[in-house]
């Protein structure tokens, strides 16, 4: 008979990183939202300060029940998280934002993805959580933007390129393997860059064939998309700023691997989508030509930010330990 008091699963580490005491209520959600999980596999929860002494300090005085530490790479998310991999020890490193929130089974349907040897990384579904309403002429399709999944996603467990910085996993050995998340791409501070998840699972293929990322949908976290990130600025400056990071990682990993995943979704998810939302707009809704037209803009403004991105000179990613001064934002 096994021992009831030894878990059936890896334990887990979750990494939530923050940069501004302006989230200090959603932090505090995200922290809870760990705590109530219902399968028992969490081991510990380390929250990373990046950069920000009268955050750490408040989180000092809060005495919550957490793992604290100050990012002690440079700044940006990047950094912050692998300060809280230097801290941890559970086999499995899970990360959320620090504004959102993971469902009472979130790390229950994570670490299932792990029965299989062979998975390296697994991910799960962000939901939208609009501080305001959703814009009507938003796409489904670029729900990317405010790093929610998006349609064009797998609809049940598969095997993935990469997974959602807002909500992933991966073994720690190989985290440790790989020297973490590279510096010199990514979000710093308020930023909108990103893409340093998809260059480590980029990586992580690269060095071992025959591992596996996988997304499974019931792993669900809500994201919060303040009411800043609902306009349509916000919406172009985001695509432009993917295509910036799209092109660093095409000059790191080389453009096959770095657009394999974005040729097909242009294609067939945002193709099919503009024809759909003209369908909707025939049938009465008006709001479909404004989709139907963020989706040719948005790939557009995506691939004039590749553009450029290209001709700019080659990015300089610092593996995790290596001398890195702060980036300003």
Known sequence: ????????????????????????????????????????????????????????????????????????????????????????????VAFIDDDAVADPGWL?????????????????????????????????????????????????RAVVRNVIGCNMSFRRELLESLDGFAHGI??????????????LSIRLARRWPERRIVYEPSAAVDHRVPAGRATFRYFRSRCYAEGLSKAAISKLVGTGHALAAERGYAVRTLGGGVLRELGHAVRGDRAGIGRAAAIVVGLAVTTAGYLVGALAARPTPVAAGEPAGPVKP
Request: one cysteine or more; proline letters at 6%.
């Open 1 to 92: 008979m096994s021992d009831p008091s030894v878990p059936a699963h890896p334990l887990v580490s979750v990494v939530i990183c923050a940069y501004t005491e302006a989230r200090w209520g959603d932090l505090l959600a995200a922290i809870a939202s760990v705590n109530e999980q219902r399968d028992r596999v969490s081991l510990e929860t380390i929250v990373v300060i990046d950069h920000n002494p009268a955050l750490l300090e408040r989180m000092r005085v809060l005495d919550a029940e957490v793992k604290l530490t100050e990012n002690v790479e440079a700044q940006g998310l990047s950094g912050a998280r692998n300060s809280g991999v230097r801290l941890a020890a559970g086999e499995i």
């Open 108 to 156: 229950e349907a994570l670490v299932d993805a792990y029965d299989d040897p062979l998975v390296a990384g697994a991910g799960g579904a962000i939901r939208p959580m609009w501080e305001t309403r959703r814009p009507g002429w938003w796409p489904l399709e670029f729900d990317w933007v405010i790093g929610c999944t998006y349609r064009g996603m797998p609809v049940k």
């Open 186 to 199: 990514g979000r710093i501070g308020t930023r909108p860059l990103g893409a340093e998840e998809t260059e």
